[in-house]
């Protein structure tokens, strides 16, 4: 069983930064794709980021590419999401995700940590 626990989540203004950090327990952190998902009011979840064992493959969903950045430290068993220039429509609830593979839905995923991007 892996456990996810999110942090960093809070309230910026537009065009501000936040860094959210996951730290991950149970398991080899190593072996699993790591992710981050959001989801907004009245939203469903959609994938944000994600970061492969190595940390050298990463994807981006085409509304965060030049403005967040997924990296991650397989010694200290973290993954984080580096945010920049953040927009009202980036609010929503943050889960960081274990998985598989890249492309495939999360198997463990966090309880999740508040954005909220004031205009």
């Known amino acids: 069983q892996v456990r996810l626990v999110e942090s960093g989540g809070g309230l910026v203004q537009t065009g501000g930064s936040l860094r959210l950090s996951c730290a991950a327990s149970?398991?080899?952190?190593?072996?699993?794709?790591m992710g981050w998902f959001r989801q907004a009011p009245g939203k469903e979840r959609e994938r944000v980021a994600s970061v492969d064992r190595s940390g050298v493959n990463t994807y981006y969903a085409d509304f965060v590419k030049g403005r967040f950045i997924v990296s991650r430290d397989n010694a200290k068993n973290t993954v984080v999401l580096q945010m920049n220039s953040l927009k009202p429509e980036d609010t929503a609830v943050y889960y960081c995700?274990?998985?598989?593979?890249?492309?495939?839905?999360?198997?463990?995923w966090g309880q999740g940590t508040q954005v909220t991007v004031s205009s």
């Open positions: 149970g398991g080899t952190f190593s072996y699993w794709v």
């Open positions: 995700t274990a998985g598989v593979t890249l492309g495939d839905m999360p198997s463990y």
